[in-house]
């Protein structure tokens, strides 16, 4: 019986694909869910997998541009096609070796768990949260090919709130089957790994390096653009010959025809030169640079224009003198850190003076859910941390319960966390209230934008020398700007001027903080 293989829908925006490689050839014997070809769109490569086991019948060249639903090949279901290579004799212990697979398949197993060279196990993209349906494969750890140990980490994965590791099941040699950059479901395979004897992995080599030559060895689709490349390049003028391709087999992608450039004549350059300006050309790069943009950048961008859009945020300002709180430290700062083990810093102050001010204003400690106000009775305070991929706000647990030592250490703790990427969802979830500090980077002042669901955020800035008028006179002081950003539909103007000025009472009377008045 056979069985037609046909154009899988790939996503709504796409109505065909270009058959980009066949990666088994016309009359093998193939078994369910193998890999058989590649599909390239504008947007991505896909992967043809066999419906069922049986002998490949090629009916699309490579190449080929093929409509949604269109037969791309045929399998033959059953085993005949495998019978002359199980009754042939091996010449010799090679030949003997070589056809192991193809008999042991005869005698009845329709997809074998292990042969002589070892057993195959598809490593697939794990579950990492509720709310994740998909991540992306930031980066390989080891190469193809490679020998790796169980619980070794082998690739990295990327999702909108985290980075995650992905580790080894197995000892053995790693075949990568997803590429850095692509975009996987959870459950997608990502690689396989063969696990088995030492002599089971010598022929790799030969096999990378066998590949790797065909991959530069012309065919059909080197040279040729995808749909999308080719409507570029027709657009800007540009022969296809001219551009060299980065896709599979060579095939020009809609990337490579986005940074293709005519190229001026020579004797064109000329022409132009006695009309030009007399006034002197400064010459220099001008080389432009694409990068894709992360899943973390991408999220982070949607909640900031939906914060925009969907509170009406404000922004209210004040003025903090640090001097009291800087003798403080300047006096404690070396008992302190010896008793502690930690140094005291100024987070420590500002998440504790919040957590009092919070208390007092349980409206800025809300948030909206639906048609109602959720008031918490705690205090979960969100530290904005900049991380090498971006801004994270990992989160400082039961922040109104710590002492000053307590905050400084998870405060500490998450930021280290942060610069390794090794924070994880639950550290980054939930929060009442955000802290973000511009001030380390020299800002003098700034409108935050809220941390959604939470209504309200605290932005610290850098710390100034200014002259202020104090008791009649005019004294230098250490002043640093505040501003409180707050979602006006909960939080009154009231209660955000008040809750900030609270703040900057207890800040430039820390003994406030001790005595809770």
């Given amino acids: 019986m056979s069985l037609e293989i046909k154009v899988p829908p790939v996503g709504e925006s796409i109505s065909e694909v270009t058959l980009s ?118 980066k390989w750890l080891v190469k193809d090919g490679e020998s790796v140990e169980m619980d070794q980490q082998i690739a990295e994965l990327e999702s909108d709130k985290a980075t995650f590791e992905l580790t080894a099941e197995t000892a053995g040699i790693v075949k990568q089957i997803a590429e850095e950059g692509a975009t996987l479901a959870i459950g997608a395979v990502v690689c396989a790994i063969t696990s088995g004897s030492a002599g089971s992995s010598s022929p790799k080599p030969e096999t990378a390096e066998a590949k790797a030559t065909a991959d530069k060895s012309p065919n059909y689709a080197s040279g040729t653009p995808s749909p999308s490349a080719g409507k570029i390049l027709s657009e800007k003028g540009i022969d296809p010959a001219s551009v060299a391709g980065t896709g599979v087999s060579g095939r020009i992608t809609k990337e490579d025809a986005v940074n293709a450039q005519k190229t001026v004549p020579q004797q064109s350059v000329k022409k132009a030169e006695p009309v030009a300006a007399p006034a002197a050309v400064v010459s220099g790069s001008r080389n432009e640079r694409r990068v894709k943009m992360t899943s973390l950048r991408k999220t982070i961008a949607k909640r900031l224009i939906a914060v925009k859009s969907e509170t009406a945020m404000l922004t209210t300002f004040n003025e903090v003198d640090m001097k009291p709180v800087m003798d403080l430290r300047t006096k404690y700062k070396d008992k302190f850190k010896e008793k502690h083990g930690v140094g005291l810093g100024f987070m420590s102050f500002f998440t504790k003076a919040v957590c009092e001010a919070l208390k007092e204003f349980p409206s800025v400690n809300a948030r909206i859910e639906n048609d109602e106000i959720v008031y918490s009775d705690f205090a979960d305070v969100s530290i904005a941390v900049s991380a090498p991929k971006g801004l994270v706000v990992p989160v400082i647990r039961n922040a109104d319960a710590m002492s ?114």
């Fill in 404 to 517: 000053l030592a307590e905050i400084e250490r998870a405060v500490l703790g998450l930021a280290l966390k942060a610069r390794d990427n090794k924070l994880t969802i639950e550290e980054m979830t939930g929060g009442t209230f955000t802290i973000t500090n511009g001030g380390i980077f020299g800002s003098m002042m700034s409108t935050p934008i809220i941390n959604a669901p939470q209504s309200a955020i605290l932005g610290m800035h850098n710390i100034v020398e200014r002259p202020i008028a104090l008791n009649g006179e005019v004294v230098i002081r250490p002043i640093m700007y505040i501003a409180l950003s707050y979602d006006h539909r909960i939080i009154d103007g009231k209660e955000s001027v008040s809750f900030l000025v609270r703040v900057k009472q207890l800040l430039e009377d820390p003994a406030r903080l001790l005595l809770g008045v």
């Fill in 21 to 138: 490689q066949w990666k088994k050839k016309d009359g093998d014997y193939v078994e369910m869910d193998e890999v058989i070809a590649e599909l390239e769109s504008d947007k991505a490569t896909f992967e043809l997998t066999a419906s069922v086991a049986g002998t490949l019948k090629i009916t699309a060249a490579e190449g080929d541009t093929l409509e949604i639903g269109a037969v791309v090949c045929t399998i033959e279901e059953g085993a005949a096609s495998k019978s002359p290579e199980a009754s042939a004799a091996p010449a010799s212990a090679e030949a003997a070796t070589l056809v192991t697979a193809p008999a042991d398949q005869a005698e009845g197993s329709s997809k074998p768990e292990s042969t002589d060279s070892g057993t195959t196990l598809e490593i697939k993209v794990p579950p990492v949260g509720e709310s994740i349906t998909e991540v992306t494969l930031s």
